[in-house]
């Protein structure tokens, strides 16, 4: 192996290429241990001495920290809430909406149509509601036990019990809204005489939500024909009283040969009312008409052959209407 001679002082020392090649490696060895090491405990050592070190809180500043979280629940709108989570369970509910078949429901309108008329001639609409309600409740009871597989004498087909029992459960509002049941509530007013002395009396001709009085006849789930004497499109009333108000102001107002309204006719149903024409009748309109011989258009039902020929047809005549003396 060839060598290389360095001088010092006069002196020659002798050193090999391998020897420094040996020295040279273990200093690169050295170097990298080092760079190892201060890797080592960058990792380590210091997220754990951080640690130890931050986020640290006094008592005062954790108390008002738990003060901050119980005034921000105290402020949560807790019945907003739980109104929005009960919407969801409707919207659900409403997606899962079973259709009944269309004998089933047949059967079962002109099961309720029976017991209405069944009640007294001057059953007010609290009985009426109370009718419906006993009926739904035993024919609900006959499906369960129908589903439990127990045999009945009932109108109701084995097969078609368990969807008949969540249409009367569950389903009630959606199937009433769908036939057209509609039985108007009982409103009991109470006039307070406390109008202060001389001064005038005020126009109590309309009233929203009075109950109707005997002068409007009024008759549910009937529509009356004749000519229109009030486009009901265009004359929306904010219940059946003001529309027969409106009928016999319009015949006592009206001036000599001109046409007097003796029919009224008013739509109650929020999801609006059906009718053989070309106009999509809304809630709230009132028909104000004329007939010498007022006839009957429909009443309590549109017949089956009708509504196979009009198929947007519900089971039930939405409309209420009443034949007035002019």
Known sequence: MARGEFVYNGRGIWCSYKRTTLVVCLINIVVV?????????????????????????????????????QIRKAS???ELIKLVK????DFLREDKVVELPQHSKQKLIDEILVQLRGLDAGANATQKREAVERWRKEKLKQAKRLVRGKTLNTTILPEDAGIIARALSSDWAH??????????LEVINKEHDDKPEGEEEFDSRILPGRQLPPECHAEIHTDYGGAAVRWGLTHPK?????CCMACLNQAKDAK??????????YCPSETG???PDIYEHKNQECWLKYDEKPKLSFKDRYSESYRNAHPNAPLIVPWVSGVVSV
């Open 33 to 69: 241990l080092y760079a190892i090491h201060n890797l080592y405990n960058s990792l380590y050592m210091y997220p754990y001495i951080d640690s130890q070190t931050t986020f640290k809180y006094t008592p005062d500043q954790i108390r008002k920290m738990e003060e901050s979280i």
């Open 76 to 78: 949560e709108p807790k």
């Open 86 to 89: 009960q919407l969801k369970k």
């Open 175 to 184: 199937l009433s809204e769908e036939m057209g049941l509609w039985i108007p």
């Open 238 to 242: 904010e219940s059946a009283y003001e």
């Open 256 to 265: 000599p040969g001109a046409i007097k309204c003796n029919i009224w006719v």
């Open 273 to 275: 009312c059906y009718s």
